[in-house]
């Protein structure tokens, strides 16, 4: 018989030893150490992004149920406006290259920031975005039954036409000035939005939960009715990038 150079007995009871079942989990640690921040940073920019898209359609849809007046923007006696006038323009200013959108020191004239729409202090003067989509007037956030998702500021901007008489009503259509804030917001600190110079709005990247004093997103959009002639809605526009000598009519 001839015996195989190098045989060796196998004892069915090895495995690795303690010192090597040590190494191994340090190793492993490391290697979760390592990719932990990665892991956190795309838990928390899938959430954050899964927000900031829900806040845009509840104000998309926010603007289309005002547009077609299934959102109250008043009380039913009247008394209390929901979205007020948070500017007014005087539409022979348009003469003027200060209606000019090229002009950066009439930029708020164009787009809603906290020099014209001051930041909410309390969600009693929001509107309440529920879970199930539905959207309630605002003095809703009080009722413990309800389970806000996000709350939405607004405010309209009008254009006054003092020819032949004086007209700063809202019939003739509005610019209407939205801001979604999250439902964990704290009123007690500062809350934020977007000034002339500084951009405020959350960001979708974030490696933790995203800033709660800031709105998810601004938006502006118009809203005309039957009454809205092209020349309101130029006045609301204004001039032409950069010409004050094409006037709206």
Excluded: H, W
């Amino acid at each position: 018989m001839v015996q195989l150079i190098g045989k060796r007995n196998i004892n069915k009871d090895a495995g690795f030893t303690i010192i090597e079942s040590l190494v191994a989990m340090i190793v492993a640690s490391a290697l979760m150490l390592a990719i932990a921040p990665v892991l956190i940073l795309a838990t928390a920019t899938r959430v954050q992004s899964r927000r900031v898209e829900l806040g845009s359609k509840a104000a998309t849809s926010f603007i289309d149920a005002v547009r077609s007046g299934r959102i109250a923007t008043q009380s039913t006696d009247g008394t209390t406006e929901y979205i007020t006038t948070v500017k007014e323009i005087d539409s022979t200013a348009s003469s003027s290259s200060s209606r000019s959108i090229t002009n950066s020191t009439k930029i708020n004239d164009y787009l809603i920031s906290s020099t014209n729409m001051s930041v909410p202090t309390t969600a009693t003067t929001l509107y309440c975005v529920q879970s199930d989509g539905i959207i309630l007037t605002p003095d809703c956030s009080s009722d413990s039954d309800q389970k806000n998702l996000f709350y939405i500021q607004a405010g309209r901007v009008l254009v006054s036409d003092p020819t032949p008489t004086p007209d700063t009503s809202n019939d003739k259509g509005y610019r209407l000035a939205v801001r979604v804030y999250r439902q964990d917001i704290d009123f007690t600190k500062t809350v934020l939005a977007n000034t002339g110079t500084t951009k405020n709005t959350q960001g979708v990247v974030t490696a933790g939960s995203g800033n709660k004093q800031a709105p998810i997103l601004e938006m502006a959009a118009d809203v005309a009715n039957a009454n809205t002639s092209f020349k309101a809605l130029c006045n609301r526009l204004g001039f032409k990038a950069g010409s004050d000598t094409k006037p709206c009519n």
